[in-house]
Nanobody, 115 residues
Framework: VQVVESGGGLVQPGGSLKLSCAAS????????MSWYRQAPGKERELVAG????????NYVDSVKGRFTISRDNAKNTVALQMNSLKPEDTAVYYC?????????WGQGTQVTVSS
């Protein structure tokens, strides 16, 4: 099983980044996929999730209208488009795959929003 995030980096406030997550070794299209983040000194929080078929998505209030989660079940990938970034979005972002009691995590990718 592999879950690998990419696309993090340093961006100025108001800028955009697109995170990608590539998965392999499990039945990707059966799993709910989510992005979590963890800022220094804070607990990991759910940012956005998308159903296995991609028909529904949910977001934490702080990113609604700015972030968009999407998935491509043919390519076993999930993405997080982040617009209008704020300094408080700075965190390590993790990709998660969940099916019943099964959880697969990536290693995380750092996003830093700073001028």
């Amino acid at each position: 099983v592999q879950v690998v995030e990419s696309g993090g980096g340093l961006v100025q406030p108001g800028g955009s980044l697109k995170l990608s997550c590539a998965a392999s070794g499990f039945a990707f299209s059966s799993y709910r996929m989510s992005w979590y983040r963890q800022a220094p000194g804070k607990e990991r929080e759910l940012v956005a999730g998308i159903s296995s078929a991609g028909s529904s998505a949910n977001y934490v209030d702080s990113v609604k209208g700015r972030f968009t989660i999407s998935r491509d079940n043919a390519k076993n990938t999930v993405a997080l488009q982040m617009n209008s970034l704020k300094p408080e979005d700075t965190a390590v972002y993790y990709c998660n795959a969940r099916l019943s009691g099964l959880n697969h995590w990536g290693q995380g990718t750092q996003v830093t929003v700073s001028s």
